[in-house]
């Protein structure tokens, strides 16, 4: 398969399922057309090539490009861990506290509450905050910590 093929089947999938996470389009990749891709390929190819024909929200999440300008604003592409297991900025991940209670986390690039709701069950946390960067490279069995506070890492999507 061209990159041109895989990247006309990454549009495709961003406009079936939009708005949709780079994890997510991979694992449609590998499951429906068997192509080997990674998240972080996908990324690649999302906030390069296709960077003119997609747009991504505050969750991490591409849509196609439906602006009333000639292009979509251009993005620093985030850091990313190349580990497919290790959480990143486009997981939703499931921690437990210590006294028992689960809650999915998800990332957004707004430090306001206001603009990071709780969707579908997930509550939305700041990038840059003290427990994302506590998150973010670790897998699913490891504990972390931030200032005293403690959670257990139960999965990662």
């Known amino acids: 398969m061209t990159t041109k093929d895989c990247n006309n089947l990454i549009l495709d999938i961003v406009s079936q ?8 389009i991979a694992d449609i ?14 990324n690649s190819r999302l906030y390069g090539a296709l960077g003119r024909d997609v747009i991504r ?3 991490f999440q591409w849509s196609i490009w439906k602006g ?18 290790a ?8 921690v437990r506290y ?13 430090e306001s509450l206001r ?7 997930i509550t939305y946390i ?12 670790k897998k699913a069995g490891l504990a972390g910590s931030v200032r005293g506070f403690s959670f257990q890492i139960l999965q990662v999507d």
Do not use: M, W
């Open 98 to 110: 210590p006294n028992g209670q689960e809650v999915l986390v998800g990332f957004s690039l707004y």
């Open 29 to 42: 990749l590998k499951s429906k057309y068997k192509i080997d891709i990674s998240r972080t390929d996908v």
């Open 87 to 94: 959480i990143n900025l486009d997981s939703t991940v499931k």
């Open 57 to 59: 929200n505050e969750f």
């Open 17 to 24: 399922e939009q708005p949709v996470r780079a994890r997510y």
């Open 126 to 137: 700041y990038c840059k905050s003290p427990i994302a960067r506590a998150l973010l490279g």
């Open 115 to 121: 603009f990071a709701p709780q969707k579908n069950d």
């Open 68 to 85: 009333e300008t000639s292009k979509p604003p251009r993005y620093v592409r985030p850091e990313e861990h190349d580990d497919q297991d």
